[in-house]
């Protein structure tokens, strides 16, 4: 058995509610579904991306991310990297990713009346009307070994916090067990774990010796 294989076998024996899938593929696992439409206004229903500055190359104003290029899709891929359980989409492009929905209560379903300018035959809200969808990961419990990304995340908040792990499993199971942790970034050398909030580490972790792994 070759080494990675022999690693795998080992983790995968010592947690069996964990499973650790080595892969190099790009991309997570989701499933979605439509809540329906909600209401919005300056203060914002939905404020997961508050004080996030940019997720790689998309730059994040104030709370929600906006492209000419905006889909279900789209919406849907970029709010996965911080492993949100909901995503709203308005005014045709902008994109809003969230904890929780509904401050401000339903709207009637003929508000949200705008084609997604990346799709036209998605909605994309209206006028301060989300459209929420729910996304849900089918295989949030699996682990993939990868590349460190080459992409960061910036942020006037805490992204990552460390621990201390002495093998790879001192990472991944307190890192399953948050909801907030999305990827980690074990060195071995240093005996220490770091914790992301999103598959894309903070520039201060971009240069880390070590093992890292994101969420299936």
Not at 33 to 52: E, K, Q, T
Not at 191 to 198: G, K, T, V
Request: aromatic share 12%; hydrophobic share 40%; with cysteine.
């Amino acid at each position: 058995m070759s080494l990675l294989g022999y690693r795998q076998a080992i983790l995968a024996a010592a947690c069996c509610s964990l499973l650790l899938v080595i892969d190099v593929t790009a991309g997570r696992a989701i499933q979605v579904s439509y809540i329906g439409c909600f209401m919005d206004n300056s203060a914002r229903d939905m404020r997961g991306l508050s004080r996030i500055e940019s997720v790689g190359e998309i730059s994040v104003s104030t709370s929600f991310v906006s492209s000419g290029s905006m889909s279900w899709d789209f919406c849907s891929s970029f709010c996965a990297l911080g492993g949100f359980p909901y995503f709203g989409l308005q005014y045709t492009w902008a994109c809003f990713c969230s904890w929780d929905f509904g401050s401000l209560g339903p709207a009637k379903e003929s508000d949200c009346n705008m084609p997604c300018n990346g799709n036209s035959s998605q909605i994309c809200g209206g006028l301060w009307r989300n459209s929420v969808f729910a996304l849900t990961y089918p295989k949030r419990s699996c682990f993939k070994q990868s590349q460190m990304p080459s992409l960061t995340v910036s942020s006037t908040l805490p992204i990552s916090w460390s621990i201390a792990a002495q093998t790879a499993l001192d990472c991944l199971i307190p890192c399953e067990a948050s909801a907030d942790c999305q990827a980690v970034i074990f060195s071995g050398q240093q005996r220490l774990c770091h914790l992301l909030r999103f598959a894309y580490p903070p520039a201060s972790l971009s240069s880390t010796d070590g093992d890292y792994f994101v969420r299936g």
